[in-house]
């Protein structure tokens, strides 16, 4: 895969990866949402699925979390933070609370051991319905989320960034957590008011 940054003509920053779109820093309310959900439950140990721009990681950090693994599978993307290729990202990775490690988000959550996470945030594609990787369909599949809760303490959160409301998922997180929540995020977009979502299970099974 090859990830692409550039310089729009309105000014945003935009992140394209195998020349799709993955987001832009024009709207970034959800992507702080999915941070502030789990911080506002009192998770302090998060890992998260996909760096992209780094919003949900500056949401985590700026919010108090103790420590925050990043999975990120592009090496450009984890590379364009070191460099201050993207900007602030230096001080992102350099903070002691931050390991950003290199790979697939899946095999970063097996690595993890069990009841070792407050919370588990996934925001690597843009939900079950419309995905950029075919591959990523497994991350909102019940063995992964299964996967997922084992790795999060008793009283822990998982939650998904989804651009449309999905009821297949919150139905496999049902079959995991006790409670099942789903937090809806107006955005304007290119003039036009839609909704992104993030769907949440909390204390796992
Ligand atoms: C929408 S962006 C994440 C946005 C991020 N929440 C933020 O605040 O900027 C998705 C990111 O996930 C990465 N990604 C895609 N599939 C992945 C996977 N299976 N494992 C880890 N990272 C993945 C992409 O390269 C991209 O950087």
């Given at each position: 895969m090859t990830a692409h940054l550039r310089r729009r003509v309105d000014g945003a920053l935009e992140l394209r990866v195998n020349g799709v779109f993955v987001m832009d820093d024009a709207e970034a309310s959800s992507e702080?949402?999915?941070?502030?959900?789990?911080?506002?439950?009192?998770?302090?140990?998060?890992?998260?699925?996909?760096?992209?721009?780094?919003?949900?990681?500056?949401?985590?950090?700026?919010?108090?979390?103790?420590r925050v693994i990043v999975a990120e599978v592009e090496p450009?993307?984890?590379?364009?933070?070191?460099d201050d290729t993207i900007p602030g990202g230096r001080e992102l990775a350099a903070d002691p609370r931050t390991a950003i490690e290199t790979g697939d988000v899946r095999d970063i959550v097996a690595a993890q051991s069990g009841m070792s996470l407050d919370a588990i945030v996934l925001d690597v594609d843009n939900g079950p319905d419309f995905l950029v990787h075919d591959a990523n369909a497994q991350v909102y599949e019940e063995d992964f989320?299964?996967?997922?809760?084992?790795?999060?303490?008793?009283?822990?959160?998982?939650?998904?960034?989804?651009?449309?409301?999905?009821?297949?998922?919150?139905?496999?997180?049902?079959?995991?957590?006790?409670?099942?929540?789903?937090h809806e995020v107006p955005v304007r977009l290119q003039g036009r008011q839609e909704s992104y979502w993030v769907l949440r299970g909390s204390r796992p099974r």
């Open positions: 702080r949402l999915l941070a502030q959900v789990v911080l506002d439950l009192g998770a302090r140990d998060v890992l998260v699925g996909g760096l992209g721009l780094g919003y949900t990681l500056r949401a985590l950090l700026d919010g108090g979390a103790g450009d993307v984890v590379r364009w933070f070191a989320i299964q996967q997922c809760a084992v790795r999060l303490r008793p009283d822990g959160h998982l939650c998904v960034w989804s651009m449309a409301d999905s009821p297949a998922v919150r139905g496999r997180l049902r079959q995991h957590f006790e409670r099942v929540e789903t």
